[in-house]
């Protein structure tokens, strides 16, 4: 099993399976920014390997990312064989659900559970604005075709952006009345590349809350606000989905973290906002034995960092968004 230093024990794994993405969000890729060719990136047959090597290490949770996963080639394929990896009991996606009304249904039967979609506005012409792209409607329809494919509870990933989205959000909660979806609100938080752009233009959560509660009235929490994985949940009264918000910058859930990373390009990251990473794509190539590999992760493990010091003014800048799938 996988514990580190304070005794968390680590069992979650978010894989992301490709840099590229058909969005160009704008607080999230950099200009001109150059993607990993596709030989250095994990192959099939290597994210099958780490995946049976975590699993074996107690890892039980695995959330597919990118880029935007739905891009990378063979996706059936792969989320079946991950999801039939002895030991995985939970496979997920985070995707921009460009695609999703196509792949719902294939995904759904290859073995994925659930599906949270990053969308962060329901206006047609700011979506193009936020993301580059005219494709809010294929993103409305991916959305339906997941629940229609039971890709449940189906989650919205909201960013909510200083200067473009603030006035969205109400919106967004609004569909939780119609819906029994959750719609979290997540803090942007600052990496490689649009470092400026992300720290200068981040609404906290606290306003998000007020923003919505002005507008629709007092939110009842939920659980008395116990988290939800990373969310803080609340409802309007008499919804029939949740409104979750995510302090990822000003009030951290470090203490319970359960999860590291693995990029497209094979690299353990400890922490999301912490620049401390592992090769281990390399050494795999190089030959090195489970047994040397296991070792490897374990002793990472042990030291992923406590959290993040955002506050402290330590920026992660090794890598873009885009690199690590969030
Ligand atoms: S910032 Fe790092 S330690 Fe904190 S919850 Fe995220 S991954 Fe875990």
Not at 177 to 183: P, S
Not at 264 to 280: I, Y
Not at 308 to 326: F, W
Request: hydrophobic letters at 40%; charged letters at 20%.
């Amino acid at each position: 099993m996988a514990i580190d230093r304070f005794g968390r024990r680590i069992h979650y794994l978010r894989i992301s399976l490709t840099d590229h993405c058909n969005l160009r969000c704008i607080y999230c890729m950099p200009e001109g920014m150059t993607f990993h060719p596709y030989a250095e990136l994990m192959q099939d047959d290597e994210i099958f390997i780490f995946t049976r090597l975590f699993s074996g290490l107690g890892f039980d949770k695995i959330r597919l990312t990118g880029g935007e996963p739905t891009l990378r080639a063979n996706i059936v394929k792969l989320v079946h064989g991950i999801s039939h990896t002895d030991g995985i009991r939970s496979v997920s996606m985070t995707t921009n659900a460009v695609l999703l009304s196509k792949l719902a249904g294939p995904l759904a039967e290859a073995g994925l559970q659930r599906v949270n979609v990053s969308i962060d506005t329901l206006d047609p012409l700011k979506f193009k604005q936020l993301t580059g792209f005219d494709n809010l409607e294929n993103v409305w329809k991916g959305i339906l075709s997941a629940e229609q494919a039971g890709l449940g509870p189906i989650k919205l990933n909201v960013v909510v952006v200083r200067g473009f989205n603030e006035p969205d959000v109400v919106e967004l909660a609004r569909l939780t009345l119609q819906h029994a979806w959750q719609v979290r609100f997540i803090e942007m938080m600052p990496f490689a590349g649009k470092t400026d752009f992300q720290t200068g233009q981040m609404v906290t959560a606290a306003e998000t809350h007020s923003l919505i509660e002005n507008a629709m009235g007092r939110l009842v929490p939920v659980n008395d606000q116990t988290l939800d994985g990373e969310a803080r949940r609340f409802h309007l009264p008499g919804a029939l989905g949740t409104i979750g918000f995510i302090y990822s910058v000003t009030a951290p859930f470090c203490g319970s973290c359960n999860r590291v990373r693995l990029t497209a390009d094979g690299v353990l990251r400890l922490c999301l906002l912490r620049e401390s990473e592992l090769d281990l794509l390399t050494p795999l190539r190089n030959g090195a034995s489970q047994d040397q590999l296991r070792t490897m992760v374990l002793e990472a493990v042990y030291n992923k960092p406590w959290g993040h010091a955002l506050a402290q003014g330590e920026i992660p800048l090794n890598r873009v968004l885009n690199e690590i799938g969030g």
